[in-house]
């Protein structure tokens, strides 16, 4: 059964090497790496944004965006969201303050 995330993921893979004049996933594409890492920050900030002005619905639409371009990202570094869950279910039941202090320094 496959769900919103799943159906985004296979929406962005089919349109990834679209052309670019009629498909905003690969004209992002085209654009490189740099540029949907770029868009993706762009929407995290608009999205803190939204969360210190306590507005909620702004808040929702905007982090659809962050997924949306999160997403994005990861199809064009050949990951994608079940990369995602296994990271998340690998911490699960770990303290974040533990999880955090185990991670090697960059």
Known sequence: MT????RLEETI???RMADPE??????LTAKG?????QKLGEEA?????AAMADDRAE?????????????????????SFDD???????????SGLAE?????PD
């Open 3 to 6: 769900d919103a995330l799943d």
């Open 13 to 15: 893979r089919a349109r």
């Open 22 to 27: 009629s498909s905003y996933v690969a004209k």
């Open 33 to 37: 790496r740099a540029k949907i890492a």
């Open 45 to 49: 900030v608009e999205t803190v944004i």
């Open 59 to 79: 808040v929702i639409k905007e982090g659809a965006d962050l997924i949306f371009h999160l997403a994005v990202l990861l199809a064009d570094m050949g990951l």
């Open 84 to 94: 995602i869950r296994a990271e998340l279910e690998r911490r699960e039941g770990l």
């Open 100 to 104: 955090k202090a185990a991670r090697k």
